[in-house]
């Protein structure tokens, strides 16, 4: 199938509040332009250097999300270039994230990626530690968590589930709260594999990479998950 049938085929089992973010990695910008033709405006990529070479070359209304492992060197580079950063996993990338941004005079958004399946090769935040992120994130002045960004551990339908409403609930019992640059808005959860559970589960914004692109190739500088 094309990339313009597979977006065609996601859509179709898409919620309308659902938003569809292409995950464009290692992907050329021709094959990027096809889905652009397809309705697609929301691209998420992992390293900093593949995005922001390819922002230069690419349509200016697209919103660039950055759903990779951050690394506090880089963040200087992605100051006014990205419209949400997915992957805000520790007090260190946050302070980070102030510090250029308030050079840069912007505000960063941001998802609080939560590592739901405390699994050791992976980043975001573990729960315990959340509490001292959010005193933090309240402290800030050029940081706004717009929502929750998870990748869970890979496994069958009833453990998917498990572990998309055991975020989802993360999410409620932060949206209930009255915390200062905290608007629990989205909640970014769902890959090819996985998406039409994360969606029942509460997802609003799915991450599609191989599900539009077809299978990666990392021999052509590609990074698997983070
Ligand atoms: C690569 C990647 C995706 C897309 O994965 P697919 O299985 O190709 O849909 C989604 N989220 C993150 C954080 C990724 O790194």
């Not at 065609?8 to 938003?19: D, Y």
């Not at 309705?39 to 922002?55: A, P, S, T």
């Not at 968590?145 to 019992?173: C, H, L, W």
Request: hydrophobic share 35%; no cysteine.
């Amino acid at each position: 199938m094309s990339i313009s049938q597979n977006i065609e085929e996601v859509k179709s089992k898409l919620p309308s509040s659902v938003k569809l973010l292409a995950v464009s990695k290692t992907k050329s910008l021709e094959e990027m332009e096809e889905a652009y033709k397809a309705g697609i405006r929301d691209f998420g990529e992992n390293k900093v250097q593949e995005m922001l070479k390819k922002q230069e070359n690419f349509h200016e209304d697209v919103n660039w999300h950055f759903i990779g492992k951050l690394q506090s060197n880089k963040v200087k580079y992605v100051v006014g270039k990205v419209h949400l950063i997915h992957s805000l996993s520790s007090i260190k990338l946050l302070k980070q994230i102030e510090k250029e941004y308030e050079k840069g005079g912007e505000i960063a958004q941001v998802l609080i990626q939560i590592n739901i399946g405390r699994e050791e090769s992976k980043s975001g935040i573990l729960l315990e530690e959340l509490e001292n992120l959010i005193i933090e994130v309240e402290k800030s002045n050029y940081i706004k968590v717009k929502g929750i960004m998870v990748i869970i551990p890979k496994g069958d339908e009833a453990s998917n589930s498990k572990y998309f409403r055991q975020t989802k609930e993360v999410f409620d019992s932060l949206k209930k709260r009255k915390l200062k640059n905290i608007d629990m808005e989205v909640l970014s959860m769902g890959m090819t594999h996985d998406y039409t559970i994360a969606v029942s589960e509460g997802s609003n914004l799915v991450r599609i990479g191989e599900g539009i692109f077809g299978k990666r190739n990392y021999n052509l500088g590609g990074e698997n998950n983070e």
